[in-house]
Nanobody
Framework: DVQLVESGGGSVQAGGSLRLSCTHFGYSSSRHCMGWFRQAPGKARGGIAGIRRDGDEYYADSVNGQFTISRDNDKDTLYLQMTKLKPEDTAVYYC??????????????????????WGQGTQVTVS
């Protein structure tokens, strides 16, 4: 079974930084994208960043230049380095893995429906 386990959420003051981690078990693909979504209270879950094993990346406009996605293939772990955090970044952050393959920009454009595997979510609160 595939499992995605997130960690690293918490509370931080505006302007601060956090790094989220997502360790995946039972999922290994060079052609599929993995990455991060977030969902704020009362809002839909939205994609923010994705990465493929070969380094192909995607960022939503709202976080481009503020967040950095990376992965350690040897540790089967994704990271999301978040800087200059703002109150509007407050949300539950989810790690996800896609069932379709291709460039991450196309995978994220397809929406949550092409992601089969999800982590449990980790809360990020910026005040």
């Amino acid at each position: 079974d595939v499992q995605l386990v997130e960690s690293g959420g918490g509370s931080v003051q505006a302007g601060g930084s956090l790094r989220l981690s997502c360790t995946h078990f039972g999922y290994s693909s060079s052609r599929h994208c993995m990455g991060w979504f977030r969902q704020a209270p009362g809002k839909a879950r939205g994609g923010i960043a994705g990465i493929r094993r070969d380094g192909d990346e995607y960022y939503a406009d709202s976080v481009n230049g503020q967040f950095t996605i990376s992965r350690d293939n040897d540790k089967d772990t994704l990271y999301l380095q978040m800087t200059k955090l703002k109150p509007e970044d407050t949300a539950v952050y989810y790690c996800a893995a896609a069932r379709v393959f291709g460039p991450c920009v196309e995978t994220w454009a397809a929406g949550t429906g092409v992601f089969d595997y999800w982590g449990q979510g980790t809360q990020v609160t910026v005040s």
